[in-house]
C-alpha cells in the first residue's frame, strides 16, 4: 500500500469537454481527480471530500465560482483554489482573488502551465501545512489551523488573506516582506493592478489585532520597501 497518496483533486467545470480534458490531464500525472459539473456539487464535494485543491471554473450554473469560492473561505475552507476563466480583465481576476481563490488562469491556457500552478499551490499548501499552527501576540491568539482569531474571549473577523499575510510576515519576523512578495505568495500574481491592495489590507489588520492601529506594535512599517512583524520577547510564536 502507498503510504503517501498523490493528492486529490477537485475539478468543478460545467463544460463537459473542460471537464474531461482536465480530469484526463491531472490524472496522467497520478493525481486522484474528483468532478463536479455546477457550484452547489462542487460546494459539497469540497465540504464531504477535503480535496487537497480544487480547480474551479467562474462561470456555472446554480452558484458560480466567485460565490462557491467566498463560500468555501466562509466555512473556514483553507484549501488552496485555482480559477479557470475565459475573463481575462483585470476586474474579474481582483474579484476572483478578492473572493480568496490563490491563482488565476485565464482560458485557453496550455497543459504544461496549468499543471505548473498545480504544482505550485500543492507545494506551498504542504510547507504551510508544516509551519505555523498557534501563536499568541499579546492579547490576540491566531489559529492558523481553524484559520481563527480571538481577543480575549472575543473573536476577532480576519480574513482569509490576513492570515496570509500574517503566516508570510511570521515566517521571518523581523526581516521586511515587499509588497510584491505579499501580492506573488498571497494573491498569486506578481503583475497586479497596484500594491495599494496590500496597504489596505495591512490597515485592515492593524486595524483588528493592534491595540493602537496608528501606533502598532507588532506590524512595522518598512519604508520604501513594506512590512515586518515585531514579535516580542516571550511571545508564542512557534509550530
Not at 42 to 47: I, S
Request: aromatic letters at 6%; hydrophobic letters at 45%; charged letters at 30%.
Amino acid at each position: 500500500m502507498n503510504e503517501h497518496p498523490l493528492p486529490r483533486i477537485l475539478v468543478v467545470e460545467d463544460e463537459l469537454p473542460m471537464r474531461v480534458a482536465l480530469r484526463d490531464a491531472l490524472e496522467r500525472q497520478g493525481y486522484r481527480v474528483l468532478v463536479a459539473d455546477d457550484g452547489e456539487a462542487g460546494l459539497a464535494k469540497a465540504l464531504d471530500s477535503q480535496p487537497d485543491l480544487i480547480l474551479l471554473d467562474v462561470m456555472m450554473p446554480r452558484l458560480d465560482g466567485f460565490a462557491l469560492c467566498a463560500e468555501l473561505r466562509r466555512l473556514a475552507q483553507n484549501l488552496p483554489i485555482l480559477m479557470l476563466t475565459a475573463k481575462g480583465r483585470v476586474e474579474d481576476r481582483v474579484a476572483g482573488l478578492d473572493a480568496g481563490a490563490d491563482d488565476y488562469l485565464v482560458k485557453p491556457f496550455s497543459r504544461d502551465e496549468l499543471l505548473a500552478r498545480v504544482r505550485a499551490l500543492l507545494r506551498r499548501s504542504q510547507r504551510q501545512a508544516r509551519s505555523l499552527k498557534t501563536v499568541t501576540l499579546g492579547e490576540v491568539q491566531l489559529d492558523f489551523v481553524q484559520q481563527r482569531a480571538w481577543r480575549r474571549q472575543r473573536e476577532l473577523s480576519l480574513t482569509a488573506k490576513e492570515f496570509a499575510m500574517l503566516r508570510l510576515l511570521l515566517e521571518t519576523p523581523g526581516e521586511p516582506v515587499s509588497r510584491e512578495r505579499f501580492l506573488d505568495v498571497v494573491w498569486g500574481l506578481t503583475a497586479f493592478p497596484t500594491t495599494r491592495t496590500v496597504d489596505k489590507h495591512i490597515a485592515s489588520l492593524r486595524a483588528k489585532i493592534e491595540t493602537d492601529p496608528d501606533q502598532p506594535v507588532y506590524i512595522q512599517t518598512v519604508h520604501a520597501v513594506g512590512y515586518r512583524i515585531e514579535v516580542p520577547p516571550g511571545a508564542d510564536a512557534g509550530p
